[in-house]
């Protein structure tokens, strides 16, 4: 239940901060370049260790390359919104439909691994929670912002968008507790793949013409720390685990 909570106010929170704080790009860029450091992380420590130590077969990296080609295809329909790609799009030429469509799949399948997490505060949940906000605060500005701006496109319901998202990964985590536990490695195989591709797209997107840019350093740092504190917290439960 905790879960479920925590998946539903990341979604609002980031969207609420959206709709008031949405015109500052620049504070959206920064929340998902921390949180692209932290995704990476998180997918490194927790993720693929969880995957590879698990006594399934040796093809696991097919599913893993699976869920980056997976959040490719993903990314046709929200036009790469997850990296903060709202200023490009006017409500005439992004579908929310399709916006809808992309986000939920892309939400509803990291829900499924959640399903067989041992502790409420694991460090995938919160992986998932850190990555909601940004994606949250993106759609909150887009949604709540544009719409002054563009009066004459179709006013879609926004608050139905902003739901859907929501529930969508408690919804798959719904879903994962009809899977054989089995199956677990597979599902965390292919989210990895999601959370290496949009991480490491934020982080290198980010850095344009290849200059450094310490801030944009420091963010990533960051993001990488916090992650580890909470791979460091959760890492003594974790010992009973195969090897």
Known sequence: MITVLLLIASVMAGVFLGKHFGKKEKLAKNLLILSA?????????????????????????????????????????????????????????????ALMVGLFIHAFIEGIPLANEEHDFSPYLLGIVFHNLPISFILGAFLFNRKQEAKSAPSYPSMLIVALFALA???????????????????????????????????????????????????????????????????????????
Not at 64 to 83: C, N, P, R, S
């Open 37 to 97: 450091g932290f995704l990476i992380t998180i997918c490194l420590n927790e993720v693929f260790p969880q995957v590879y130590t698990s006594e399934t077969g040796s093809n696991l990296g097919i599913f893993v390359i699976g869920g980056v080609l997976l959040q490719m295809v993903l990314e046709a329909l929200t036009k790469g919104f997850e990296h903060g790609h709202f200023h490009h799009h006017s409500e005439h030429n992004i579908l929310p439909a």
């Open 169 to 243: 990964s408690p919804m798959g985590m719904l879903l994962g507790n009809y899977f054989n536990p089995d199956l677990q490695p597979y599902f965390l195989a292919i989210v990895g793949g999601i959370f290496l591709h949009i991480s490491s797209v934020i982080i290198f997107e980010s850095n344009k013409n290849h200059n450094i840019d310490w801030i944009k350093i420091g963010l990533v740092i960051l993001g990488v720390s916090l992650a580890l504190v909470m791979h460091l917290f959760h890492s003594h439960p974790h010992a009973g685990h195969h090897h």
